[in-house]
């Protein structure tokens, strides 16, 4: 059974800085792209980051590049985002999500986690 379990979101002020963690199981590590989304009270779901499998390679939305960065430890099969310079308008539910793809998109993916919720106080 595929499984996604993301921890490391919680309440912090502007200007900090948290890692969030994915934490994956059933299925072979490298064969799956993850992606990191997040959904902000009354808005619609937004792509944050992911790994280019085809090419190894990150993206980044633009509303984050310079803040975020995505890692990964194939042995824990766990990507990690970390998230600096934390501003109220990242306060969200960040969810991580896997599947097949070559390419990083933001759009469905078979399989999410729960999400864990990031809240930035002024």
């Known amino acids: 059974e595929v499984q996604l379990v993301e921890s490391g979101g919680g309440l912090v002020q502007a200007g900090g800085s948290l890692r969030l963690s994915c934490a994956a199981s059933?299925?072979?590590?490298?064969?799956?792209?993850i992606a990191w989304f997040r959904q902000a009270p009354g808005k619609e779901r937004e792509g944050v980051s992911c790994?280019?499998?085809?090419?190894?390679?990150?993206h980044y939305a633009d509303s984050v590049k310079g803040r975020f960065i995505l890692s990964s430890d194939n042995a824990k099969n766990t990507v990690y985002l970390q998230i600096n310079s934390l501003e109220p308008e990242d306060t969200a539910v960040y969810y991580c999500?896997?599947?097949?793809?070559?390419?990083?998109?933001?759009?469905?993916?078979?399989?999410w986690g729960q999400g864990t919720q990031v809240t930035v106080s002024s």
């Open positions: 999500a896997a599947d097949h793809r070559q390419w990083c998109t933001y759009d469905e993916y078979d399989y």
């Open positions: 059933g299925f072979t590590f490298d064969d799956y792209t």
């Open positions: 790994f280019n499998r085809a090419n190894g390679s990150t």
